[in-house]
């Protein structure tokens, strides 16, 4: 069915590359999700008020939510499709988060409601009607989130959507949810003891999880999230094409939603070699834009290539470190020229406990070599080590 939707209504949908093509992917994953899941409502609160079934009332009004989510998605993606502008030069894509926190926290709210009808069903429970078409109903219900869990996995490939990768994540949740449903209603045929409301209980608590951790994916891509490594492979691949580039720093994706990301970074090779860097960056810059359909912005920094500063330099460098651990280690280090000064470039990476004195060993180390020549300016990223150093390293 996906597949012919596809046909009918997505141009041009090999270009997965293409912002708008991902849009498209989008929107048509949502509409298909509100269509779906409001069939799924309909027929098992219908049910679930003929069975005197608090769990698949319960479990119909979890589609429900699913709908509304896909609504507020899809309301997200439109917005998303707007263009950039004098306000918002970078476009509309991050509206999709926002409203992913909002569908999130819905999500939440309901679970909590539905939890305090299923406890209520505990303490009062009501003999269930059971029949072929409750079965029918939830096994159903199984087969076409089992569906909808594949096209929004393959749909959030696509798009790198996180809303997308949470409602696929949501649908794999609803379908055991449906499971242990349909095993309650029959185990209190059976049995004849009635376990609907627990099992009410324990679809409320799938809808609370998969709201937290829809949530906590959409504030974790807000946060920043580290670029696709694919992604920056194949933008090393085509840097890697130009000689004349030796090496390059500060590779940086700066996602603003739905496909769209800036691209930055700093390209490091000889002055003397300055005419075949600027050649080099501007054709760059048309080939990820090209591919990606992204802007980007390259900084060329002139090395300096002097063995005998750099070990004079390091040497200091590591004589100010030892006072405040063995553990710190220094990374790719490098002399920028700069006119008539000389930036002194590295990463300094240390231990977790070191994080709040990081201000302090790097304002120690600018002192040290900037008091000795005015022309020496530092540059130094502090990075975080989580594991610590081995003995042998």
């Known amino acids: 069915m996906m597949s012919l939707f596809i046909q009918l209504f997505i141009k041009n949908k090999e270009d997965v590359s293409n912002p708008s093509v991902k849009k498209a992917y989008a929107a048509l994953s949502s509409i298909v999700g509100i269509l779906l899941n409001l069939f799924l409502c309909m027929a098992k609160i219908s049910i679930g008020l003929f069975s005197h079934s608090v769990a698949i009332s319960a479990d119909g009004f979890n589609n429900l939510s699913d709908a509304g989510t896909n609504l507020v998605s899809l309301l997200g993606f439109k917005i998303a499709g707007y263009g950039g502008g004098s306000t918002h030069p970078f476009g509309h894509g991050r509206i999709e988060w926002i409203m992913g926190i909002f569908a999130s926290i819905a999500v939440l709210l309901l679970g909590i409601k539905l939890a305090q009808t299923s406890v209520n069903a505990i303490t009062n429970p009501q003999e269930q009607i059971f029949s072929a078409a409750v079965v029918i109903v939830l096994v159903l219900s199984i087969l076409v989130k089992v569906y909808m869990y594949y096209y929004n996995k ?41 376990i609907d409301g627990y099992c009410g209980v324990m679809v409320s608590m ?188």
Not at 168 to 186: K, Q
Not at 342 to 371: G, S, V, W
Request: proline letters at 1%; hydrophobic letters at 40%.
């Open 206 to 393: 799938f809808i609370i999880f998969a709201g937290i951790k829809s949530l906590w994916e959409v504030l974790g891509r807000i946060m920043g999230k580290a670029a696709d490594a694919d992604t920056k492979d194949t933008i090393l691949q085509i840097v890697g094409l130009y000689p004349e580039i030796i090496s390059v720093r500060n590779l940086m994706l700066h996602d603003y939603g739905f496909g769209y990301f800036v691209v930055s970074m700093r390209a490091e090779g000889y002055k003397k070699d300055s005419g075949q860097l600027y050649i080099a960056i501007n054709q760059i810059s048309y080939e990820l834009y090209k591919k990606f359909h992204c802007d980007c912005f390259i900084q060329i920094n002139y090395i300096l290539h002097d063995e005998s500063l750099t070990h004079t330099i390091m040497e200091q460098i590591n004589s100010i470190l030892k006072k405040y651990s063995n553990e710190i280690k220094v990374d790719n280090f490098r002399l920028i020229e700069n006119g008539s000064c000389i930036n002194i470039a590295f990463d300094m990476i240390y231990p977790a406990e070191l994080q709040k004195r990081e201000e302090e060993i790097r304002k120690d180390i600018t002192e040290r070599i900037e008091f000795q020549d005015s022309k020496y300016h530092t540059v130094i990223k502090g990075i975080i080590r989580r594991e610590r150093l081995s003995l042998h390293r």
């Open 154 to 194: 393959r749909f959030a490939k696509i798009t790198d959507s996180e809303t997308l990768k949470a409602t696929a994540a949501d649908c794999i949740s609803d379908s055991i949810a449906t499971i242990s449903v349909l095993i309650s209603t029959i185990i209190s045929h059976t049995t004849h003891f009635e």
